[in-house]
């Protein structure tokens, strides 16, 4: 059986992607408010972060800090894949916010993979 991984994520807007599985599937990655995001499949949440600001919101002048407050990881079939959202939520959530995301381990460089 081959492992299943995150293909591709293709942006549907600002706030909204798909996460594109190498079986076909796909998932919805949204940002639901200001610190949070989470990994749909249809109406059932797969996994979550809550990020909580660590600086300024408000200064032009340095790029926000965030530190991840809770991880709410997948269960069940996507279990294997945790790695994979905490990655992309990682490194959607960046790029949405223009901010850096610490104390935590570098995400790997999936903006190449915005489609």
Known sequence: MPQLIISHIERLNKRHYLLWLSDGQSLQLSITDMFNVKVMLGDQEVA?????????LNNIEMP???RINDYRAPAGV???LADGFLNAILSVYAFYTHGIIKPWRAAP?????LA
Do not use: C, D, N, W
Request: glycine share 0%.
């Open 78 to 80: 996507f279990a294997l």
């Open 109 to 113: 460089a999936i903006k190449s993979l």
């Open 48 to 56: 979550s972060v809550h990020f909580q600001p660590l600086s300024s």
């Open 64 to 66: 926000p800090l965030y």
